[in-house]
């Protein structure tokens, strides 16, 4: 079959010419054979192919079969509990055909709609839930900022504080964005992409931030700091803006803030909450299922052959909700 491999890893930007197409062997004999129906990209994709460094994620390298969230359909199965037309989910190798065994594929529910697994009830829904709800644990006293919210985790887990009764505010790059925001409740919408937006902040919280939901870094990320209350929290998600540049080891200046603010600050990375998997999926399929959630798909269409261009893209910030690309 044919997948998609690292031609040789990027310094700086990402361009198409780094992720090539080849010719990938299966195994003779394998106990599920999937044919992916989509697959998600994802910001963390690029920090798998930075050269160096400590990471939570094994590194690609020149060679290294790209792997993703994928929604795929059972062609042929010997494995219980899958049959031939069973949609599944899972972390799967980017290629046309997939040998798998039944071990971290989760079928999708009949009767549910399994583009949802895609996202609110995939990882970055997980995401969102682990970040803000495990963690964050917004109340009705807070002043929420949620960064990049027209993105994928950012949509989910701003609507998760609106939920609890927090005063949020919600941060997005473009125009077209900041409407689809504004139509899914929020008041306050900024924008973090403008010179102005440290003073378009601290005048949205005059009190200050209490828990940040951080998804960008950079200048956004000093403004965030500056702006936060004393004995706030922090809950670092991601830091999307610094995925691409040569050095990404540089802090925020006034990371000292932190210390003297006394903010709490919790990491995560979605591997270490597995085991809260069915939890979340309690919690956030009734939301899904009664359309007590907003979400949506930005479906780009061409299979294999538009992972590096969508993938680009969405680092690029030509996304509004999920981004997936479709056969
Ligand atoms: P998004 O759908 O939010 O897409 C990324 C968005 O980031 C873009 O749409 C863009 O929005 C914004 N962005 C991109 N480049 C920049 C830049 N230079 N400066 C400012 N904003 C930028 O992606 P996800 O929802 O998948 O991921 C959001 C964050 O969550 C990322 O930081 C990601 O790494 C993190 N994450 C963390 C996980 C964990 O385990 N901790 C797991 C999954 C995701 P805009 O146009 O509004 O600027």
Known sequence: TTGLTIAHLPEGELRCEHIEKTVISLPDITRLLLKPLAISVDPYMRTRMQPSGYDYIERWKAGSTLSGWTMAEVVISSEPGFKQGDLVVGHLPMQELIAADGQHLIRVPAGSDP?????????TGFTAWVGMQLLGQPTAEDTVLVSAA??????I????AQRQGANVIVTAGRTDKRDWL??????????HRSPDYARQLNNAAPFGITL????????AFTAAIDAMRPNGRLVLCGLVSQYQTRNPRKSP???AQLRQKKVAIHPFVVPDYLTHWNDFQRFMAPLVGQKNITWRLDKVSGGLDSVAPALIGLLNGDNIGKRVVEW
Do not use: C, W
């Open 115 to 123: 583009e949802a697994y895609l996202h609110p009830l995939g990882m």
């Open 150 to 155: 027209a993105g994928a985790v950012g949509s």
């Open 157 to 160: 887990a701003a609507q998760l």
């Open 182 to 191: 504004h139509r899914l409740g929020f008041k306050t919408v900024l924008n």
């Open 212 to 219: 940040n939901f951080e998804n960008i870094g950079g200048s």
């Open 253 to 255: 200046d006034n990371f």
